[in-house]
């Protein structure tokens, strides 16, 4: 699952959760946290990509009267659209920021929920795929977002420690 | 796991069939969401005159009663079983974001306490019953 490579004497582990791989070298004792670079970067490009698709959206629904007329066209009350604008806002400045895990959790579950009920709102009014494949798209990134983090709160932080003997 | 031994050998455990009163509070405080999740899905599911009027007042459309139906059937299941604990989290996040989402509706369209109030009371009890069952599960994890 993890792998270090980045030193020539590192051991691969094969354990599921590592806390600590300790590596013997003939000049230094190294210490290798567990927590894989490449998993982390990816998160945050997802992440990043997700908020700022849910955050573009937001802005648009508020601002846009041409974006905003989606929302009579769905069937949904004026005030729907400025209050979740705002709730998206939100979720996606807690997604962000350094929060309990159990917040961003809530975040990421209403997300999962807007978007759902999104796609099936246009399928229930009988929108066409080019309508509704923006939700499925945004979903899509939603989820890989959704599975990174989980893999990045799964993994203690990264922390090399060298000390010469 | 010796702790865990030698402080049986002090003190006799506690009887497993007695509830904590922390515990009877937590069922207290959740029964009233459970109740509500469990009617209302019956009766966005089923379109009852009372939801229809209410819908139609607040001006969403009748096809989002059958997604609110069935995300409160999935809420009461996730609360009632002892599941996993995200499946737990999402179910108390997504009844929380329905009453809180009541709660905002009633107050856009200008409507006063008496029909903002429940759905606050509601978000209100389901925010505590969701803060007790994390101490609940954390107390439980420190017993055994």
């Known amino acids: ?165 | 796991m010796n702790m865990h031994a030698a402080g049986q050998a002090i003190a006799a455990p506690r009887p497993v069939t007695m509830p904590r009163p922390r515990t009877i509070i937590y069922w207290v405080v959740t029964a009233p969401v459970l109740l509500e999740t469990a009617v209302g899905a019956q009766w966005d599911l089923a379109r009852n005159p009372f939801v229809r009027e209410v819908f139609a007042h607040l001006g969403y459309p009748l096809y989002l009663l059958t997604i609110l139906g069935i995300a409160k059937v999935l809420a009461v299941v996730g609360l009632v079983a002892p599941p996993a604990r995200r499946v737990k989290e999402w179910a108390y996040a997504g009844v929380f974001f329905v009453y809180a989402g009541a709660a905002c509706s009633h107050y856009a369209i200008g409507d006063g306490a008496d029909k903002i109030g429940m759905p606050l009371a509601f978000a209100a009890l389901t925010f505590v019953s969701s803060a007790m069952w994390g101490r609940l599960r954390h107390d439980a994890n420190e017993r055994s």
Request: glycine share 6%; hydrophobic share 55%.
């Open chain 1, 1 to 165: 699952m993890m792998r270090t490579n980045a030193h020539e004497n590192s051991m691969e582990s094969t354990l599921q959760n590592p806390i600590l791989v300790v590596t013997e070298t003939t000049a230094a004792k190294t210490i290798v946290q567990s927590r894989s670079r490449g998993i982390v970067v990816g998160f945050w490009i997802v992440t990043a990509l997700f908020c700022a698709q849910v955050g573009f959206t937001a802005y648009a629904q508020l601002r846009l009267p041409q974006v905003a007329a989606m929302f009579t066209h769905l069937g949904f009350p004026d005030y729907f659209r400025v209050e979740l604008s705002w709730a998206k806002l939100l979720g996606v400045a807690l997604l962000v920021a350094p929060v309990p895990a159990r917040i961003k959790e809530w975040a990421y579950a209403g997300f999962a929920i807007t978007l759902a009920s999104a796609l099936i709102a246009h399928l229930a009014v009988g929108d066409s795929v080019e309508v509704w494949i923006w939700s499925a798209a945004t979903g899509v990134l939603w989820g890989l977002s959704y599975f990174l983090w989980h893999r990045v709160q799964a993994t203690p932080l990264r922390v090399t420690l060298s000390a010469a003997h």
